[in-house]
C-alpha cells in the first residue's frame, strides 16, 4: 500500500490550502485514514481522521478550521485547512489503516509527507 499526499505550500495567516492524500496498491480495504502533523521540534500529533463509516475526529486546536472527507471510491483523503496560523506550519503526514487480504492484520501505512509553512 502506497500513500501519496499533495498540497503542501507557503501561505499566509489567515490563508487556506488544501492536501490531498490517495491509497495505491494490492489492499482489501481501507478503514481509518487521516492527517498527522509534526513541527519542528515537536512530536508528530493527529490532526484529524475519518472511518470509513465517515465518523471525523479532529485535534481541538483545529477544530472549526480544518476539514477532513474522503472519497472511499477513490481512496482518497482530503484536508481542507482554513484560517490558518503560524503553529499550523508542520510536515504533514497522511495515514491509513488497511489489511492486504480479507485475513491479514490490519497495519497503518503512511505518506511520504507534505510540507505546509504559515507564514507572511
Known amino acids: 500500500v502506497q500513500l501519496v499526499e499533495s498540497g503542501g505550500d507557503l501561505v499566509q495567516p489567515g490563508g487556506s490550502l488544501g492536501l490531498s492524500c490517495t491509497a495505491s496498491g494490492s489492499f482489501f480495504g481501507i478503514n481509518t485514514m487521516g492527517w498527522y502533523r509534526q513541527a519542528p521540534g515537536k512530536q508528530r500529533e493527529l490532526v484529524a481522521s475519518?472511518?470509513?463509516?465517515?465518523?471525523?475526529n479532529y485535534v481541538n486546536s483545529v477544530k472549526g478550521r480544518f476539514t477532513i472527507s474522503r472519497d472511499n471510491a477513490k481512496n482518497t483523503v482530503y484536508l481542507q485547512m482554513s484560517s490558518l496560523k503560524p503553529e499550523d506550519t508542520a510536515v504533514y503526514y497522511c495515514y491509513c489503516n488497511a489489511r492486504t487480504s480479507n485475513t491479514a492484520t490490519l497495519r497503518t501505512y503512511w505518506g511520504q509527507g507534505t510540507h505546509v509553512t504559515v507564514s507572511s
Open positions: 475519518s472511518s470509513s463509516g465517515g465518523t471525523t
